[in-house]
């Protein structure tokens, strides 16, 4: 498409695009928001190497203007976004890039890849951070991750989330992760008894031991666990805590805890792993579980039950007219024209709605907003407690002018905006909606679009 622009002289129509996604993953109602600082920085550094051109022109389908122009390219690409970290919902515009439509339509693969999955897992450790009640989960997904740069993604995106540190070391060393692990069972297995291989291990990390106590007999691991803990105390150290990652994790955490504070080791946590997600974290809290920590891997890193968040990238305005995409399904329709969205809070300080209106009004104008799916669904805003815009610009012209977040500054974001959201919008089951709408003067662009387009094709 872009050597097809330029071949037919439209490359530097002034475009607009729109960043946004149509579902909600893990049938919740909102997203938590990340990677687009990543795409920022590396789109403003972007470039094409005499060795890149070569290959493409081995390829034997593009024009000679094109790859002139690729040995030529600079970013002239203003962008504005929602800043990583915060709560977003399906439809509303999260990312909008303005510029040359050629260079517009080079970064639409990149910038969903660097917002899609750190997105994905963002939001899936934010639902695990919530379901337990804030208790502090650790990711371990590496061994079992999508490849090892999806394994560093997670690990960084999970942070984001609500999780407080990794198994991933060399997500520790890039982004200052706190690095965490234990055990596996080979080592249990590597010694001619439990015990022996317990001490072995106390010996080695007596400041930061967590004993693996499942290999062969949980109860028995406990027991033996709890020798080692009463040997620690006489060196005046103490164990760290202890980890089950098989069977019945309500039960045998009942039964260890209990096992544990009758030794007087009451403050050796219990850790938690084996396939881990908030649906399970639910089912063992309201059977009483008895568990400190999480270790979650594989449903978190893979985002197991929801594998893509399925962002896209839509044309909204060339030249400034704006432009539509009519679909016969009604959720593929999009949005015309420049915007800006607004968050809505009511009396209390909650978030009540998102409102996207179009960015030359300046301000949310009050009155009646429609839901983008259903314009039978609307309501009239009046005197909203508090209105905040939620775009804001990243790049103008190619140049980057604000600062970008890391995932420490992204997870600050989260912790204020989760808040604030309603408890009914952050429930596992049957959430209640969110809602976003749009105004009453974009609801009016995109009645006419249709029209026009409609005329047209009679």
Known sequence: MAN???LKGIENGNAVFDLFFRNAPFKG??????GLSKAIKDIHQMKFSDDSINYLQEQDLFSDEFFDYLSNFKPRLTIRTIEDGRVIFPYETIAQVEGPLIQCQLIETYILNCFNFPTLCATKANRMWLTS???PILEFGLRRAQGPNGGLTASEAAMVGGCIGTSNVLAGKMYDIRISGTQAHSWIMAFDTELEAFR???????KNCILLIDTYDTIEGCKNAVIVGKELEEKGEKLAGVRIDSGDLAYFSRQVRKILDDAGLDYVKVVASNDVDEYIIAEIQRNKGAIDFWGIGTKLATCYDDPALGGVYKLVEINDEPKIKISSNVEKMTIPSKKQVY???????????DIMELREKEDLEEGYVYDPLNPMRFYNLKNPARVEPLLHLRMDEG??????????????????????LPDA?????????????????IHDLR???IETYIGKDK
């Open 4 to 6: 097809g622009y330029l």
């Open 425 to 441: 919008s952050k429930r596992l089951l049957n959430p209640q909606n969110y809602r976003v709408s749009i105004s009453h003067s």
């Open 399 to 420: 140049k980057i002018v604000s600062e970008m977040s890391d995932w420490k500054k992204a997870r600050g974001c989260m912790e204020k905006d989760i808040e604030l």
């Open 447 to 449: 009645n006419h679009l």
């Open 343 to 353: 968050r809505v809070y009511n009396g209390e300080g909650f978030m009540s709605g």
């Open 200 to 206: 072995a291990y106390a010996e080695i990390y007596p």
């Open 29 to 34: 109602v909102y997203a938590i928001c990340y």
């Open 133 to 135: 009640v804030k208790q």
